[in-house]
């Protein structure tokens, strides 16, 4: 039998829910982290905007969490908002002593150099310049390339959770545990058993299901896809946010233009050189997210044209030079583009999964000895949209909660359980494959057409129809078929995307980042989870 890959932590994903949960146990047994591209990649590497927490002395808890409540459309759990934000502070301050520099104030370099976005009431964003996450991920990740116990397995993709439904012997102990993952050693084509305690999904979210997005080509649902088939219950996959202003460069891949523009006092404009937002909500650019791109979107339809613009003209250039040195050197090297002369071309894009895989205060899911963290899990902080920046703290409050709880427990004795190796019997049938290829295509398209910013129960049941069949001709693929990353990518996104249409069918009302146009209200009949 082929040799079991064994680790007391098994972390599946590396951004900063991952890393910083790796971080938290490292001192207590062996951790493996799998990552399934290099060690940098992550959604957390291209958060742009920053990270929210209480840190200002005219700030308070109240305000945070009032506004973090008022995002997320009646849908937030109020318990889950109240950890983020009362145990926010204290991991800011850890990430200070890990090496994160945030940005200073020029004039009082004691005190953060706070930021505001859309929907929140105060400046609260802590930020370095317009490469936040990249700040983050590489402290992060020095941190556990320096530590004895941490090992990356990095270009390895984790297949399938390693369940009762894989396991021999002892079965009647063994039931609804998960003993760790199958993982696909991307290098060599071979799928390989890790074993583990504990498992931790962190694999991010899944906007790469939409044709465009803001996430990286590796946001492609796996975790969400895996816990799916394993049973793992999982929560409002029907709220999926829009990011208002990606920036618009056809046939390109799409480039986040932060909220921090906005909060900075960039105006949203048509061709016309009009101000917009004004006529939609009286917050204007500093509406929530749902609201700007819903708006942006409506806007777009009236008018009939491929975008907007966000306009920076009229501010102080070297100040903007200075605070956005990545989006203004991307603008201008790829797009000839000063920002400092000209509007900003924007259109929305999916951004963030404000749903997941369901999980305590603690990071437990409904499996036993099954965790997840950051944007795959469904904590109840965002309920049916995600209040800017706070994404970040989630990862880190949440991955810090689950690994106290760990280190806190007893590790069970399951008997004789024996983890078989992977059946990696199959075919690779280049024709057929070519075929199935297309669906991914397909299901981006289909999702961004049929399940986008305003949706229609027609619109959807379509979505249902053309999402199954694709699912189900991906599965059966699958069955016969020799395993590679990018079938592994297009079996996860068919099944993210079944989830979302699934959930998104079943809530008939508008709320958050769910709109519907027959059913353009809100209604208290709905004030629930959507769970699978």
Same mark, same amino acid.
């Given at each position: 039998?082929?040799?079991?890959?064994?680790?007391?932590?098994?972390?599946?994903?590396?951004?900063?829910?991952?890393?910083?949960?790796?971080?938290?146990?490292?001192?207590?047994?062996?951790? *493996?982290?799998?990552?399934?591209?290099?060690?940098?990649?992550?959604?957390?590497?291209?958060?742009?905007?920053?990270?929210?927490?209480?840190?200002?002395?005219?700030?308070? +808890?109240?305000?945070?969490?009032?506004?973090?409540?008022?995002?997320?459309?009646?849908?937030?759990?109020?318990?889950?908002?109240?950890?983020?934000? %009362?145990? $926010?502070?204290?991991?800011?301050?850890?990430? &200070? =002593?890990?090496?994160?520099?945030?940005?200073?104030?020029?004039?009082?370099?004691?005190?953060?150099?706070?930021?505001?976005?859309?929907? *929140?009431?105060?400046?609260?964003?802590?930020?370095?310049?317009?490469?936040?996450?990249?700040?983050?991920?590489?402290?992060?990740?020095?941190?556990?390339?320096?530590?004895?116990?941490? @090992?990356?397995?990095?270009?390895?993709?984790?297949?399938?959770?390693?369940?009762?439904?894989?396991?021999?012997? /002892? &079965?009647?102990?063994?039931?609804?545990?998960?003993?760790?993952?199958?993982?696909?050693?991307?290098?060599?084509?071979?799928?390989?058993?890790?074993?583990?305690?504990?498992?931790? &999904?962190?694999?991010?979210?899944?906007? %790469?299901?939409?044709?465009?997005?803001?996430?990286?080509?590796?946001?492609?649902?796996?975790?969400?896809?895996?816990?799916?088939?394993?049973?793992?219950?999982?929560?409002?996959?029907?709220?999926?946010?829009?990011?208002?202003?990606?920036?618009?460069?056809?046939?390109?891949?799409?480039?986040?233009?932060?909220?921090?523009?906005?909060?900075?006092?960039? /105006?949203?404009?048509?061709?016309?050189?009009?101000?917009?937002?004004?006529?939609?909500?009286?917050?204007? =650019?500093?509406?929530?997210?749902?609201?700007?791109?819903?708006?942006?979107?409506? =806007?777009?339809? @009236?008018?009939?044209?491929?975008?907007?613009?966000?306009?920076?003209?009229?501010?102080?250039?070297?100040?903007?030079?200075?605070?956005?040195?990545?989006?203004?050197?991307?603008?201008?090297?790829?797009?000839?583009?000063?920002?400092?002369?000209?509007?900003?071309?924007?259109?929305?894009?999916?951004?963030?999964?404000?749903?997941?895989?369901?999980?305590?205060?603690?990071?437990?899911?409904?499996?036993?000895?099954?965790?997840?963290?950051?944007?795959?899990?469904?904590?109840?902080?965002?309920?049916?949209?995600?209040?800017?920046?706070?994404?970040?703290? =989630? $990862?880190?409050?949440?991955?810090?909660?689950?690994?106290?709880?760990?280190?806190?427990?007893?590790?069970?004795? +399951?008997?004789?359980?024996?983890?078989?190796?992977?059946?990696?019997?199959?075919?690779?049938?280049?024709?057929?494959?070519?075929?199935?290829?297309?669906?991914?295509?397909?299901?981006?398209?289909?999702?961004?057409?049929?399940?986008?910013?305003?949706?229609?129960?027609?619109? &959807?049941?379509?979505?249902?129809?053309?999402?199954?069949?694709?699912?189900?001709?991906?599965? /059966?693929?699958?069955?016969?078929?020799?395993?590679?990353?990018?079938?592994?990518?297009?079996?996860?996104?068919?099944?993210?995307? #079944?989830?979302?249409? %699934?959930?998104? #069918?079943?809530?008939?009302?508008?709320?958050?980042?769910?709109?519907?146009?027959?059913?353009?209200?809100?209604?208290? @009949?709905? #004030? %629930?989870?959507?769970?699978?």
């Amino acid at each position: 039998m082929d040799q079991i890959i064994s680790s007391d932590y098994l972390v599946v994903g590396g951004g900063i829910a991952g890393l910083t949960f790796a971080l938290k146990v490292a001192d207590y047994g062996k951790v *493996h982290v799998v990552t399934k591209d290099l060690q940098v990649e992550s959604n957390t590497f291209y958060a742009q905007g920053g990270i929210a927490s209480v840190v200002d002395p005219e700030d308070s +808890f109240d305000k945070h969490i009032d506004d973090t409540m008022i995002a997320g459309a009646g849908l937030c759990h109020r318990d889950a908002v109240e950890v983020l934000v %009362k145990e $926010g502070p204290d991991r800011i301050y850890e990430l &200070l =002593e890990w090496g994160v520099n945030f940005n200073r104030r020029a004039d009082k370099p004691g005190e953060f150099d706070l930021a505001r976005e859309g929907g *929140h009431s105060r400046h609260r964003i802590l930020h370095a310049h317009d490469l936040t996450g990249a700040e983050l991920q590489q402290a992060l990740l020095q941190k556990a390339l320096n530590h004895p116990n941490i @090992k990356i397995f990095e270009k390895h993709m984790a297949v399938e959770l390693i369940t009762e439904h894989h396991v021999l012997g /002892n &079965l009647q102990a063994a039931f609804n545990i998960c003993f760790g993952a199958y993982v696909l050693d991307e290098l060599i084509g071979k799928v390989k058993a890790f074993s583990a305690s504990y498992t931790i &999904l962190s694999t991010g979210g899944a906007s %790469k299901v939409y044709q465009h997005s803001t996430n990286p080509d590796i946001a492609t649902g796996d975790g969400l896809a895996m816990a799916y088939r394993a049973g793992v219950r999982i929560a409002n996959m029907e709220f999926i946010q829009f990011h208002p202003t990606s920036l618009y460069q056809p046939g390109k891949r799409s480039f986040l233009i932060s909220e921090a523009l906005r909060g900075h006092g960039g /105006n949203l404009i048509n061709s016309e050189g009009k101000r917009f937002m004004p006529e939609y909500d009286p917050r204007a =650019e500093l509406a929530p997210r749902d609201i700007v791109a819903r708006s942006i979107d409506a =806007e777009m339809k @009236k008018r009939r044209e491929e975008c907007v613009y966000l306009d920076m003209t009229h501010l102080p250039a070297l100040e903007i030079k200075e605070r956005y040195p990545n989006i203004y050197n991307y603008c201008l090297h790829n797009l000839n583009l000063d920002i400092t002369l000209k509007p900003i071309p924007v259109v929305p894009a999916a951004h963030y999964s404000c749903g997941g895989v369901m999980t305590s205060l603690n990071g437990q899911t409904s499996m036993q000895n099954l965790f997840a963290c950051g944007e795959v899990a469904h904590t109840g902080v965002h309920g049916a949209n995600r209040l800017a920046s706070n994404s970040l703290l =989630e $990862g880190l409050v949440f991955s810090h909660r689950a690994a106290m709880k760990i280190i806190s427990k007893v590790p069970r004795n +399951f008997g004789n359980v024996i983890i078989p190796p992977w059946d990696d019997s199959g075919v690779q049938n280049e024709y057929e494959w070519r075929l199935i290829k297309h669906n991914y295509k397909e299901i981006r398209s289909i999702m961004w057409d049929y399940v986008g910013i305003v949706r229609s129960t027609q619109q &959807l049941d379509r979505a249902i129809r053309r999402i199954s069949l694709i699912f189900d001709e991906v599965e /059966n693929y699958y069955r016969k078929s020799v395993i590679t990353r990018e079938l592994l990518e297009l079996r996860n996104l068919s099944a993210t995307a #079944l989830m979302i249409v %699934k959930a998104a #069918l079943r809530r008939n009302e508008s709320r958050g980042t769910h709109f519907m146009a027959d059913y353009p209200e809100s209604s208290d @009949k709905f #004030l %629930k989870d959507t769970i699978i």
